[in-house]
């Protein structure tokens, strides 16, 4: 009798590693940043200030007929599997989805931790523009910044708008098309 086979193809390690970190015991939740897995353990602060941000565009994410959470988020070819702090997409792309791609999002939010700033700031914001996330907010709580990038590329985001104080409005360009309150972050 043979063993039964397993659920990812054994020849692709890409494959099997996302399949094992979707199963990790012990963790609500982890995410693999070039080929280093961490779990996640945002504190309240952190947790505080997305939900701030999710507050604030809740309007307009419902009127685009979309969703605001921290899906997981695969980028195909590597060995990533990231769990953005907060992405919007379209419902009809959620449903029913074990991760998107960065491409299927309208926005991306990292909020800044102690343990891995550096990771917000240099290696997703590279990722995803590589893999056309339209729009990265990055709310850095460690400057006390925020800034949006955008118009993505393989060699990263062409357009900056920031690093601005906390408290400085920043606008979000369409399909958002409002002024993001960044006093309460």
Same mark, same amino acid.
């Given at each position: ?83 953005? @702090? ?53 709310? @850095? ?45």
């Amino acid at each position: 009798m043979s063993a039964p086979s397993p659920a990812y193809p054994t020849d692709d390690p890409e494959t099997a590693l996302k399949y094992a970190v979707q199963r990790i015991r012990g963790f609500d939740r982890v995410q693999v940043i070039e080929g280093f897995i961490e779990p996640l353990s945002p504190d309240w602060d952190h947790e505080s200030t997305i939900a701030k941000v999710r507050e604030h565009i809740a309007p307009v994410v419902n009127a685009l007929g979309c969703l605001a959470g921290s899906g997981d988020l695969d980028l195909p070819g590597t060995s990533n599997w990231y769990v953005p @702090d907060l992405a919007v997409v379209p419902r009809e792309l959620a449903k029913g989805a074990g991760a998107l791609l960065p491409d299927q999002t309208l926005l991306i939010v990292e909020v800044t931790s102690d343990s891995n700033g550096d990771t917000d700031r240099i290696v997703k914001r590279r990722r995803y523009a590589e893999y056309g996330a339209p729009l990265y907010l990055l709310v @850095d709580r460690q400057q006390r910044t925020c800034t949006l990038y955008s118009a993505s590329g393989n060699l990263g985001y062409t357009k900056v708008d920031g690093p601005h104080p906390v408290g400085t409005p920043l606008p979000l360009p369409e399909p958002f098309d409002l002024e993001l309150d960044t006093s309460a972050f």
